[in-house]
């Protein structure tokens, strides 16, 4: 059995509301932190980033990584640290490299096309073997951070892994990815199983080397029509937490596919993000007995710093409890740092 704090039960951090919030406890306010808190967004993050040849050099040297991992928790005082990776390691480790071209986002120069392409690749169990510099972040993050808040771990949903080592970049509407789907189900099912494999391989040691709860990215789920949802999706991600085997609290975030919370609140996780134009009152019925994350629109923190605190309190009482602050979506890399202060400072300030 894998060795984490969720299991012993004891407190192990200085401050664990994040961990206490997600296992349903009651707490005496909500946590807070943010989606995509590291990076983008902190000034020591852009300078540290200006030295160096790129973003693959920054998440490949676990010691920087760590800097920025813990650089949210140092300058926003958020309850949890999320490691500073990107979900495009799977692929990666699985033999299909990318870049990341300034601006525009990831470039796979290779793509999957074929069955003979899946069975090129790496098998699934060697994919750890190649994510050891994300092991050693995690180490060194663990060091660092002194138990001063949790450390959360993440991967992508295989549908949205899927989707980028077949379209080989961003898309408004995958669809090469999404044609696969229909065109060839088979060789659709053989690279996302791959994919799930890997995933559940890799998230296992990032539980071993401390991430206390995993959170899956399906940054693409909205793209597919609900069937395809059930079938392409949600199936892989039940693959992946059935492997984890309820070791750490899971967060689910299916961002645009608010049609399947009701089968997304019927998975074995703890915690469901919500995008923010999610209607709670109805997610709520969906996803009963679960503990709810998000949603404050992103571009919110653009506004007024009284308009961010109303429309933060305005929310934590919506909510009511079973609740963990976050953005719908992750942080935009252009938002006012003091928008993003008076956000987490206003979740702080709150008691229930
Ligand atoms: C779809 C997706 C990706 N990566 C991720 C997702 C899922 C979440 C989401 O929907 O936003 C997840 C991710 N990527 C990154 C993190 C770090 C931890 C965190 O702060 O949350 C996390 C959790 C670092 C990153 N990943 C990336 C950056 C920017 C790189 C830079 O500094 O140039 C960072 C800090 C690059 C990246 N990586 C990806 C894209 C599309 C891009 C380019 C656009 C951008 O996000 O800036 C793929």
Redesign the pocket.
């Known amino acids: 059995m894998l060795p984490t704090c969720y299991l012993r039960g004891v407190k192990k951090y200085q401050n664990d509301l994040f961990l206490r919030a997600a296992r349903g406890e009651a707490t005496e306010r909500p946590p807070v932190w ?7 967004i902190l000034p020591q ?2 300078a540290l ?1 200006a030295r160096l040849s ?2 693959i050099e ?2 490949t040297t676990p010691e920087l990584a760590a800097e ?2 813990i650089q ?1 928790v140092d300058e926003l005082g958020v309850d949890a640290a ?7 390691v799977i692929p990666e480790a699985l033999g299909l490299k990318y870049t ?1 071209v ?1 601006k ?3 470039r796979f120069p290779e793509v999957i096309r074929s069955l003979a392409d899946v069975e090129k690749l790496r098998p699934a169990e060697a994919a750890p073997e190649h994510l050891g510099y994300v092991y050693d972040a995690l180490d060194t993050t663990k060091k660092h951070l002194a138990n001063r808040v949790p450390l ?1 771990g ?1 991967a ?1 949903a295989p549908w ?1 892994i899927f989707a ?1 080592m077949v379209e080989g970049g ?1 898309s408004k509407t995958f669809s090469k990815a999404r044609a696969m789907l229909y065109r060839d189900p088979a060789l659709s099912h053989a690279l996302l199983e791959k994919i799930a494999l890997a995933t559940a391989a890799y998230l296992k040691g990032k539980i071993q080397h401390g991430a206390d709860l995993i ?1 899956i ?1 399906d ?2 789920a909205g793209v597919l029509h609900p069937l395809h949802y059930q079938e392409f999706s949600l199936r892989y991600i039940k693959l992946i937490i059935d492997e984890l085997g309820g070791a750490v609290p899971i967060t689910i ?1 299916a ?1 645009d596919a608010r049609h399947a919370l009701p089968q997304i609140g019927a998975l074995d996780c703890q915690v469901v993000q919500l995008d923010w134009i999610a209607d709670l009152v109805l997610a709520r019925t969906q996803v009963q007995g679960k503990v709810l994350q998000g949603n404050l629109d992103p571009v919110q923190l653009y506004a007024p710093t009284d308009d961010i605190v109303a429309a933060t309190l305005r929310m934590i009482e919506q909510y009511g409890g079973k609740h963990i602050v976050n953005l719908g ?2 942080v935009y ?1 252009d938002t006012p740092l003091e928008g993003v202060k008076a956000f987490v400072d206003t979740v702080k300030g709150y008691r229930y």
């Open positions: 943010l989606m995509r808190q590291a990076g983008r993050y852009r980033r790129g973003f920054l998440v920025v991992t949210p999320i490691i500073f990776s990107d979900i495009l990341m300034e525009v986002g990831p959360i993440f992508g949205t980028y961003g959170q990215f940054s693409w975030f961002k979506h992750g890399p």
